[in-house]
């Protein structure tokens, strides 16, 4: 049993947890759920003992007799990986690229005195193979893996030992939702078998309904509700939980556009990349990303487009925004030929809005440089130009005097915001939102797709929405194209798609979403 | 990893033929005479002429590159003009002192840099590592002929344990060789140890901000394991690069140092060269420092895929 009393913590003054009253029960999943910032990992670092530097902390972490803030850092490393294991978010970056997975899962045992050598490279072979990866040599490398399978070996790691309590924090957020539902399974047995604790920290309610036992909502650093998972999702006593759960099934209030003539069409395209040479003088070698895909997207319409990390939907973005020349088919936009040499004039028709509100812009630049940016297309820029950033920002409800500022002072739906500014500014027929709502909490992602809605409407906008997250595309778009190794495999009206799948693997992706089970909501609430 | 290393042994025999041709070009295509250029503006049409037949300057282009490109690859550099010896005699007497000196001077820079540099990054913010950071900040400052002196005066005149300057060749003793270059070692060793630290200090700071260092220290390894055991090959790459242009830059660019110890090294070779308007040491030496630069990186390269294994596959 491992009990959190009255844990609270500040890093260099500014409080960031209060009064965290947690117990994680033996042999249960304990779902800790929340948005960022919410003090959710904070909340995990301080039970590991591994909080930055400048942490206050107060309370206790109860692990049998122990209180964890009290003992020494040598006495901490003996429990770490031993008596609590970690798992992290972010499995691409999580293990060291120049040591050998097994090298790195026998680390654990070694650094405790578990084992020898030898023995610790066959006790990891073991558990490697525990976490479904038994046919992996313990030579490779990280990145030689996928995503799913480096963190399965980074639970390989953390379950080494045979730990009472498994942290994971936000252990499937990177990951395609087909390797979400494994890693989960996985976990699920994992915490059946061996009888330890699991601690799920993530922001997806439908996550830890399918899950958790128990489950605890934090906002601001405190544990605004908590109760076992199915009363807590019927009940919903806090207005917080509510809210929270009103947005992550937000349904922005859209009509279909009456759809008109077409503006773009894509016709066979193909997209290959040039791959490594297979011999010192031999020509480099092909891989199809975009395999003859053909469109075709209407005047005032959305067009969703869905699939798994590496099926080729960034590569065709690039392709519809002419910014790589394709090696097959056609693509058409406002009848003239997409490609490197597509006119600028015209150019400006399309717009883009891509996923990272932090990468995506030039630090050094205004908001008003970065919003008017897109004039340079323009064969006479206006001279009106603050009038127009500052029509274009509040059309996104951003306030116009923002204009003089930089980017850093605004948060990250803020920056969509703006990002969809500069989008709108030529006035265009056409904006491809790249993963645009993805790195947002549901909050902050309900706002902005109802912005999206809204704009659609006021402007007569047709988008492409391109997303992994199958339910934000039901939300948003008309008809939907679900694609696959550079392929379209379904296509057709959303609504049908969803109810009525027609490729397996279409089935597959809306089998694999997590959902929370209607019978525990309450009427109205699902809109 | 032998692919790798075979492949970029391919570019670098590519590399040297082109640095080849461009030597060849600059010193001997480019208009004036080189005959003219060597004997001065003085000279008289006779000698110039007996020159050009010496130099060989009357065949045709392609011969005279193919001739020289030949003579280098069976270790004829040419006679050299002002000292009427072979080129290759008086480069290897030079390297003998020049090679040692730079390796010495490396080694000293590395073995003082990345200790040091792991010590500032594993106390970031501590006293130790803001002095760490003042002195290399002064170490890249001072001039080092400055400290050159600076070290003659207080280990050579004043403590008497070393000689001023001077090399007595190696035939007299290994001991003794060392010990004359180990001042000019210190003297050239501190402005890049000085570098070499920071660079490994801030390279080391961010490995230990990586996701795999929080990985380790959630398995219980402590702070100290985590750096030793994750960090320090991560961080070894910007180092390694470093490292190899120091090496470049060690073996040729000490001439103000070697001027300081008087010691007979490759840089003030190529000095004299210049100033004697020996075209024959100077395109020969230029051709040997440019192999040993491209040498130097190939090794880095190869190390480099020693070091991280995502390079190891042929690009």
Not at chain 1, 270 to 295: K, Q
Not at chain 2, 51 to 60: I, P
Request: glycine share 8%.
């Amino acid at each position: 049993m491992i009990g959190l009393e009255s844990l609270s913590l500040s890093i260099h003054g500014t409080p960031i947890l209060r009064d965290i009253d947690l117990s994680i029960a033996p042999g249960k999943v304990t779902g800790l759920v929340g948005e960022s910032g919410s003090g959710k990992s904070m909340t995990a670092l301080a039970i590991m003992g591994l909080l930055p530097n400048g942490s206050d902390v107060s309370g206790a972490v109860r692990l049998g007799d122990e209180n964890l803030l009290n003992v020494s850092e040598r006495r901490l490393c003996d429990i770490r990986g031993n008596r609590i294991g970690m798992i992290f978010q972010e499995p691409m970056t999580a293990l060291n690229p120049v040591k050998t997975i097994g090298d790195q899962v026998a680390e654990t045992l070694l650094i405790h005195g578990r084992a020898e050598r030898r023995e610790a490279r066959r006790i990891a072979g073991e558990k490697l193979a525990r976490v479904g990866l038994g046919h992996m040599p313990l030579t490779r490398f990280p990145h030689e893996l996928s995503g799913g399978q480096r963190q399965r070996v980074a639970i390989a790691m953390a379950i080494a030992l045979h730990p009472e309590l498994l942290i994971a924090d936000e252990p499937t957020t990177a990951l395609d939702v087909t390797t979400q539902a494994q890693i989960l399974d996985l976990l699920n047995e994992i915490v059946d078998e061996e009888g330890m604790s699991l601690l799920l920290i993530t922001h997806d309610l439908a996550v830890v309904a399918g899950m958790a036992d128990h489950v605890a909502v934090m906002k601001e650093g405190e544990i605004v509700e908590q109760d076992a998972t199915e009363p807590l999702f019927r009940n919903m006593n806090h207005p917080y939980t509510k809210a929270l759960f009103a947005a992550s099934s937000h349904q922005p209030d859209r009509k279909p556009l009456p759809v008109t003539d077409a503006i773009l069409t894509a016709d066979a395209v193909v997209r290959d990349y040039p791959t490594a040479r297979p011999s010192l003088f031999a020509p480099p070698g092909r891989f199809r990303a975009v395999n003859e895909v053909s469109f075709t997207l209407g005047k005032g319409e959305s067009l969703g487009l869905v699939g798994e990390s590496g099926c080729g939907k960034s590569t065709l973005t690039r392709a519809i925004l002419g910014l790589d020349p394709i090696q097959g088919g056609r693509i058409t936009a406002f009848e003239r030929e997409v490609g490197p040499d597509f006119p600028n004039a015209l150019r400006a028709g399309i717009q883009v809005v891509f996923q990272d509100p932090y990468g995506s812009f030039n630090p050094r630049w205004t908001v008003e440089r970065l919003v008017s940016e897109p004039f340079h297309l323009m064969p006479s820029p206006p001279k009106d130009r603050r009038a127009r950033v500052a029509e274009a920002l509040t059309d996104v409800g951003i306030d116009p005097s923002a204009m003089d500022r930089y980017i850093h002072e605004f948060s990250g739906g803020q920056r969509q915001r703006i990002a969809i500014a500069r989008a709108l500014i030529t006035k265009p027929d056409l904006i491809v939102l790249d993963e645009a709502v993805s790195a947002l909490d549901v909050s902050v992602r309900a706002q902005v797709l109802d912005l999206i809605a809204r704009l659609q409407a006021e402007h007569g906008l047709s988008y492409i929405f391109i997303s992994h997250d199958l339910s934000v595309v039901r939300s948003i778009t008309d008809r939907v194209m679900v694609m696959r190794a550079g392929e379209i495999v379904e296509e057709g009206v959303t609504e049908t798609v969803f109810t009525d799948p027609q490729h397996d693997y279409t089935r597959t992706l809306i089998a694999a979403t997590p959902r929370i089970p209607d019978d525990w909501q309450e009427d109205g609430q699902h809109a | 990893m032998l692919r790798f290393a075979l492949t970029r042994f391919v570019s670098l025999t590519l590399s040297l033929l082109i640095a080849s041709l461009v030597i060849f070009a600059v010193i001997e295509v480019i208009p004036g005479d080189p005959a003219r250029y060597m004997l001065g503006i003085n000279a008289s049409e006779d000698a110039v002429a007996a020159l050009r037949e010496q130099l060989g300057l009357n065949d045709s282009l392609a011969l005279r590159y193919l001739d020289w490109l030949g003579g280098m690859l069976t270790g004829d550099f040419g006679l050299s003009y002002t000292y009427k010896v072979p080129v290759s005699e008086l480069v290897m007497q030079r390297l003998w002192v020049s090679l040692p000196l730079a390796l010495y001077a490396l080694a000293l820079s590395t073995l003082i840099a990345i200790p040091v540099g792991l010590i500032a990054a594993a106390r970031r913010g501590s006293a130790a590592d803001y002095s760490i950071m003042g002195a290399t900040q002064l170490g890249i400052a001072v001039p080092n002929f400055w400290f050159a002196m600076l070290l003659v005066l207080i280990f050579a005149v004043t403590l008497r344990w070393f000689s001023a300057g001077g090399f007595p060749g190696w035939d007299a003793g290994f001991w003794l060789g060392v010990k004359s270059l180990t001042l000019p070692a210190f003297a050239l060793a501190l402005p890049q140890a000085s570098i070499l630290a920071r660079v490994m200090r801030s390279a080391l700071i961010e490995t230990l901000g990586e996701d795999y260092i929080r990985t380790a220290r959630a398995k219980g390894l402590s702070r100290r394991q985590a750096t030793v055991r994750h960090a320090l090959r991560n961080a070894m790459i910007p180092v390694l690069t470093i490292i190899g242009l120091q090496f470049s830059f060690l073996l040729a660019g000490a001439i103000i140092i070697e001027n300081v110890f008087y010691l007979p090294g490759l840089g003030r070779l190529i000095f004299q060269g210049i100033t004697q308007r020996d075209l024959i040491v100077v395109e020969s030496l230029v051709m040997l420092l440019v192999f040993a630069v491209i040498l130097v990186t190939f090794l880095v390269d190869v190390a480099y895929a020693a070091v991280d294994p995502r390079l190891r596959r042929g690009r």
